[in-house]
């Protein structure tokens, strides 16, 4: 059964430490992509990769990092220089970052900074 | 700088009542443009997409949407709602050279049954 799968599905930590955030896909694309969405501000890009070994940063990369050595992997990491780390994380992913394809979304990660 | 704009951020219909959700975007490109919907505890899906061709596409569950480049629009309808419906609505831009989607604020919809 293909798709993208994120994990866990809610996190929680304290306020300073750094959280990895996971998302996985087995669709064999080669675009994946990290959002975030907050209320009342649809979702905004944090980091895109296009291809494997590689990636750039989206619109509020600051305060975050990825890594792609794997195709089907694309781990998020809220670091502590993130003001304001609680929000719902969006993984996606597309067959190539070009053309005519759309973009399929995971479950998504709630985190919650105290 | 490419941005989308949905101008309903909270509507309330009754069932069988018609739909229309406003969205606008400016972008001086070949536009590539969606509509995606988040029904209550459940992934983000696409309802339809627009690339080129008939500016009228329709998509899942009912739904179509008309690309108007005079009036740099691409408004979802849906002549009938039902309860069902009831999710968060949010159009979105492709960006042709990176392939990351611009979305817009997004658009509760509540049906009351």
């Known amino acids: 059964d293909g798709g993208i799968t994120q994990s866990p599905k809610y996190l929680f930590r304290k306020e300073g430490q750094n959280v990895t955030l996971s998302c996985e896909q087995n669709l064999n694309h080669d675009a994946m992509y990290w959002y975030r969405q907050d209320p009342g501000q649809g979702l905004r890009l944090i980091y895109y990769?296009?291809?494997?070994?590689?990636?750039q940063k989206g619109d509020i990369a600051e305060g975050y990092s990825v890594s792609r050595e794997k195709k089907e992997s694309f781990p998020l990491t809220v670091t502590s220089a993130q003001k304001n780390p609680t929000a719902f994380y969006l993984c996606a992913s597309s067959v190539a970052s070009g053309g005519s394809y759309e973009q399929y979304f995971g479950p998504g990660t709630r985190l919650t900074v105290t | 700088a490419q941005s989308v704009s949905q101008h309903n951020h909270h509507v309330i219909l009754s069932e069988a009542a018609s739909l229309e959700l406003g969205c606008n975007y400016s972008y001086g490109g070949t536009v590539n443009l969606f509509w995606y919907v988040q029904y209550p505890g459940q992934h983000l899906q696409l309802l339809l997409k627009y690339f080129s061709g008939d500016p009228l596409v329709k998509g899942i569950k009912g739904f179509e949407a008309e690309f108007i480049k005079s009036k740099f629009s691409f408004n979802l309808r849906k002549p009938s709602v039902q309860w069902s419906d009831t999710a968060e609505y949010f159009c979105a831009l492709k960006d042709p050279n990176t392939g990351k989607l611009i979305f817009g604020q997004g658009t509760t919809l509540q049906v009351k049954p």
């Open positions: 990769s296009q291809i494997v070994n590689d990636f």
